[in-house]
Nanobody
Framework: QVQLVESGGGLVQPGGSLRLSCAAS????????MGWYRQAPGKERELVAS????????NLADSVKGRFTISRDNVKKTELLQMNSLKPEDTAVYYC???????????WGQGTQVTVSS
């Protein structure tokens, strides 16, 4: 059974930090590009960050460059998103995503809420 389980969301003040974690199971993790998306109320889901299979290359949305870092551990089958200097506009539900490098197979987690507010 394929599972992507996010954790680490919560309420944080502006300028604070959170670390999101995504635990994967049920598929060959190392064959998937991993990513984090977010969706704020009334807005479309957007890509925040992605990382290649071996972690050698990352891609970050312009809005989070210099503040967020994405990483992965292919042994533990986990993906992390370190979020620093959080802003109110980072408030959203954050989703873990896995995308097979060859096939059109795509998995999503259930999402974790991040709220940045004073």
């Amino acid at each position: 059974q394929v599972q992507l389980v996010e954790s680490g969301g919560g309420l944080v003040q502006p300028g604070g930090s959170l670390r999101l974690s995504c635990a994967a199971s049920g598929f060959t993790f190392r064959m998937y590009t991993m990513g984090w998306y977010r969706q704020a109320p009334g807005k479309e889901r957007e890509l925040v960050a992605s990382i290649t299979t071996a972690g050698g290359s990352t891609n970050l949305a312009d809005s989070v460059k210099g503040r967020f870092t994405i990483s992965r551990d292919n042994v533990k089958k986990t993906e992390l998103l370190q979020m620093n200097s959080l802003k109110p506009e980072d408030t959203a539900v954050y989703y873990c995503n896995a995308n097979h490098i060859y096939y059109s197979t795509n998995y999503w987690g259930q999402g974790t809420q991040v709220t940045v507010s004073s």
